[in-house]
């Protein structure tokens, strides 16, 4: 599952993960430790909400 940003958008991606901040390819949203946060805008873990492929076209992230 994606997981979106609700203050910019940011899309974190599990099979793309965060490796710039520690966050390996293929880590799921909740694996990520809880002092992460949005490499984008600085948002706190908990800014971010679950979403599906219903909900976005995800294809476009």
Known sequence: MKYVCE???YLYKPE????????QP?????DIPA?????L???MK??????SSSD????EF
Do not use: K, M, Q, R
């Open 26 to 30: 293929g880590t799921d949203f909740e």
């Open 7 to 9: 203050l910019c958008g």
């Open 46 to 51: 908990e800014d971010f909400e679950p979403i």
């Open 56 to 59: 976005y076209d995800v294809s």
């Open 16 to 23: 793309n993960g965060d490796p710039e901040n520690d966050v």
């Open 35 to 39: 002092e992460w946060c949005c490499p």
């Open 41 to 43: 805008c600085g948002a």
